[in-house]
Each structure stands twice: as C-alpha cells, then as structure tokens.
C-alpha cells in the first residue's frame, strides 16, 4: 500500500503537535491542531540565514489564547516550534496569529 506524500507544511506542523504530547502539553496540542499552519521560508539579501514565517489561523477560542503573550499554550507552541523547526546556519521566524473568518 502506497503511503501518502506531506507537505513541508504538513510535517511541520505534526511534528511540532507531537512534540507537544511527548512533553505533556496536551491543551496546546489540541490548540495546534485546531489551526491551520502556514510555514513561509523566506532567504535575504543579508546574508546565508534562512527565516520562517508560521501563520496560524485559529478558531476564536484558540485565537484568545495565541494572541495573549503570557497564556501558557502560546508559550507552549513557541517553544515547540523553535524545537522543531530544522536548524540553519542562522534561523529567525515570526508567528502571526489570525483569527479564522467565519
């Protein structure tokens, strides 16, 4: 049986929801998986790093807590995302947090 092909996206994105459960952090598990991820890589003029761009757009309940710096789920996925995301010579991100259009 032939095993379905993910996206970078994809991967990312699940990897970074099981880190979540391997360490316990289940309620931002579940919030994770309650977005849609978006990972942009973006290269500059200034030099050899690579940077990411992770959009998640998530429903309100989600988005509340994403949007708050101090909620322990945000702080949570942050840490899993720079756990998560491959390693370049120098690696920046950004998160931006969308709430979900109804």
């Not at 940077?51 to 101090?70: C, H, I, T, W």
């Not at 789920?73 to 979900?100: F, T």
Request: net charge negative.
């Amino acid at each position: 049986m032939e095993q379905p092909e993910f996206s970078f996206d994809e991967k990312i994105h699940a990897s970074t929801v099981q880190f979540l459960i391997q360490v316990n952090k289940n309620d931002a598990a579940a919030a994770l998986l309650a977005c849609t991820f978006e990972l942009q890589e973006e290269e500059h003029d200034w030099g050899v790093c690579t940077s990411y761009g992770v959009l998640l757009r998530a429903p309100q309940f989600v988005y509340e807590m994403l949007n708050d710096k101090e909620h322990p789920v945000r702080n949570a996925i942050v840490q899993a995302l720079e756990a998560v995301l491959p390693e370049q010579e120098c690696s920046l991100y950004q998160i931006v947090w969308q709430g979900l259009r109804r």
